[in-house]
């Protein structure tokens, strides 16, 4: 059997190469209430998909079909569907909007080909929008963007591209004009075919005709705008403008697929998806200018997305159904079909495929088999988690799973009858195998039950989902954030001596350590090796002569790693920390990787106790939107929250505040925010790292 390898979908050497396939995997990303499932909503009514417009605020939607998420009125879960538009297929996933649901984005993004990012008229780049733009950078994602909502008061496309530009640092190429403003908003001129495409009342198809006659300068001047800006950044569309002095649709078309493709730019649209204007230029955008699966680089040259090449996919969303388990792959390479035996090369167990399903977001149908390109689900896999791969048994291989983010607030669970313990137990297990940001652990000390997540919100939906999917009565405590702790000052030539002998081979190990804050400059010398995420941690080894095998050296690493699991403070994680191993000395038959283990993680626990160290809580910046009558009161709240202001603005009689804030301030600030607006004040959050606690 072939050696098992790591592979990555690199996304950094896109070809601009026709495309060979009719195939769209995208996602809809946005701020919450930005319009991500209206717009959704629209692109299955206007291709068929469904015969009625469902509207998120009556709870009809198709990709909100889950009882919070219509009560609620938000998305909560990431929502599969597909359509046809023009002789291709979309797969779309509809993403959630709250900072608390960010992971379900992280992991849509992991398995698309492009994305669609909505923006408010009015706002512009929100901060949930820029979260969403900088996981998709991170993924290599094609984008396009489309400002929606310019039918509202205060709407202005201009306005929202500056912001397009100064907040996500993107060149915004807008190929459409507006024809009216706000409530007189009424259609689109397109710039590349210098056409005009209107929507009357109540209509679900748009009339075309030329460019009205009082735009028809303004839309010129702006033609010339796109096409030199597109010249400067694509060297075909360059030689043919030099030459001729300005491009033709086709070398425009071209070039625009091609700066969205490399990442270069970004094309954007506008429109009004409650009021259904401006959708089919969007989805005809959405074939022209997004890659299909071929236009992407194979799994690090191994597989390339073909259905003969050997089966490879990536299980990203697994969901506990009345029918059974269902398990979500993006198919990379090959074809699966029904009977199919698959190798789970992460748990390193063959699976039968017993059903392939075409997914409707709660609605499935049965499908012989899936090749390279496709979403579906699955019936059969039973050990399959989220971030598995699924690959032939005779070409094994190891996809990226989609990375999680650590949880940051806690809350204690526990039945209310003790007969129902077991069953709690058992419910919260298919909940992390669902979620997988969500964490489960029993507390030493206590012996309870705690729940962890990424927010306040993402636990209250967790907790409700025990109560109506498993009709379970839970009592639950008060939400606590997770601190973090580190090193202020620390500690130098620390010896520790690691002695054991009860019979047969004895331990000998002995280190010398030196303990130090890490500094933004750790980690560029030779021979640190530096940990990720929120437990960022810098070892070195500064031995000479062989005093400290290698072999030792990393078993003092792997040491000093067990250690930081554990503050002297409050027993919570250690982050922040630079750990240099000095000297030490070896025992010529009793020393071992075991004894210098020990000796590294009782080494660090003691250097960590004569250190000073400081506690770290977790800070969320904080965007409030309320009107300009209640800033006073509204800025002396977050001042009491320990809350502080990096930002004002006023427009219309209405502020945006942005303040930095802890975490565990924050709860129950929902209610007090509309106790002192009168209802009219809403806020958004998003993770702003750890700051020293106050």
């Excluded at 495409?197 to 705008?225: F, N």
């Amino acid at each position: 059997m072939r050696t098992t390898r790591i592979a990555h979908t690199s996304r950094t050497s896109r070809t601009s190469r026709t495309s060979r396939t009719s195939l769209r995997n995208l996602g809809i990303l946005a701020h919450v209430d930005a319009g991500k499932t209206t717009l959704t909503e629209r692109f299955l009514f206007l291709t068929g998909a469904v015969h009625k417009r469902g509207e998120v605020h009556e709870g009809t939607t198709v990709t909100d079909f889950d009882p919070q998420e219509r009560d609620r009125g938000i998305t909560i879960s990431a929502a599969a569907v597909s359509c046809d538009w023009a002789g291709h297929r979309l797969n779309l996933i509809d993403t959630p909007g709250h900072v608390d649901f960010s992971d379900e984005v992280e992991r849509a993004l992991r398995v698309l080909d492009g994305a669609v990012a909505v923006f408010d008229g009015v706002a512009g780049v929100e901060p949930q929008s820029e979260s969403v733009w900088r996981q998709a950078d991170r993924h290599g994602v094609p984008r396009l963007a489309f400002v929606n909502k310019l039918d509202r008061a205060g709407a202005d496309l201009d306005t929202a591209v500056h912001s397009l530009r100064t907040r996500l640092g993107t060149v915004p190429l807008p190929v459409q004009l507006p024809i009216g403003r706000e409530a007189a908003f009424t259609g689109v001129v397109d710039l590349v075919r210098m056409r005009a495409y209107e929507w009357a009342d109540g209509a679900d198809t748009y009339t075309e005709g030329p460019v009205p006659e009082d735009l028809r300068e303004e839309a010129a001047r702006r033609r010339r705008q796109l096409t030199e800006t597109v010249a400067e950044l694509h060297a075909a569309a360059l030689e043919e403008y030099c030459a001729h002095g300005t491009l033709s649709d086709a070398t425009l078309v071209a070039a625009l697929r091609d700066l969205t493709l490399s990442g270069e730019a970004v094309v954007v649209l506008c429109g009004s998806a409650y009021r259904n204007r401006g959708i089919e230029p969007l989805l005809d955008a959405v074939v022209a200018y997004l890659p299909a699966p071929t236009d992407l680089p194979p799994v690090r040259g191994e597989h390339p997305a073909d259905p003969e090449a050997p089966f490879t996919a990536l299980a990203f969303k697994v969901s506990a159904t009345p029918t059974g388990r269902l398990t979500y792959l993006r198919v990379y390479a090959g074809t699966i079909r029904k009977g199919d035996t698959v190798l789970d090369a992460t748990a390193r167990r063959t699976e039968r495929i017993a059903r392939i399903l075409r997914v409707q977001a709660d609605r499935t149908t049965e499908a012989d088999h899936a090749e390279a390109g496709d979403i579906v689900a699955v019936v059969g896999p039973r050990s399959a988690r989220t971030g598995a791969t699924l690959c032939a048994p005779d070409a094994p291989m190891l996809l990226e799973p989609p990375v999680s983010a650590d949880p940051v607030v806690s809350v204690a669970v526990e039945a209310r009858r003790g007969l129902d313990t077991e069953r709690l137990a058992t419910a919260l297990a298919r909940l992390t195998e669902e979620d997988p940001s969500l964490v489960v652990r029993t507390d030493p000390e206590s012996g309870q039950t705690v729940l962890s997540g990424l927010g306040e919100l993402h636990l209250e939906v967790a907790v409700e989902r025990l109560r109506r999917a498993q009709g379970l009565e839970v009592t639950v405590g008060r939400p606590r954030v997770a601190y973090r702790e580190t090193v202020a000052r620390g500690v130098t030539g620390l010896v520790y001596r690691h002695v054991k002998q009860d019979g047969g081979a004895g331990q000998f190990a002995q280190v010398v350590i030196d303990v130090a804050p890490l500094e933004d400059a750790a980690g560029q010398e030779t021979g640190e090796r530096r940990g990720s995420g929120a437990a960022e941690f810098v070892f070195r080894s500064t031995v000479t002569g062989g005093r400290v095998p290698q072999e030792f050296v990393r078993a003092v690493e792997a040491g000093c790693r067990d250690a930081l699991a554990e503050g002297p403070l409050g027993g919570h994680p250690v982050t922040g920390v630079r750990v240099t191993l000095t000297d030490g000395a070896t025992h010529v038959k009793d020393s071992s990787e075991l004894a210098f283990r020990a000796a590294g993680r009782f080494a660090l626990r003691e250097a960590l106790r004569t250190s000073t160290m400081t506690l770290l809580e977790p800070v969320a910046e904080v965007t409030v939107t309320v009107p300009d009558t209640a800033v006073g009161t509204v800025l002396g709240d977050l001042s009491a929250r320990r809350g502080r202001v990096t930002d004002s603005t006023t427009r219309g009689g209405t502020a945006v505040l942005t303040a930095t804030v802890p975490l565990a301030e924050l709860f129950g600030y929902a209610s007090r925010l509309r106790g002192r607006t009168q209802g009219r004040g809403t806020f958004t959050t998003r993770p702003a790292g750890y700051a020293p606690a106050g």
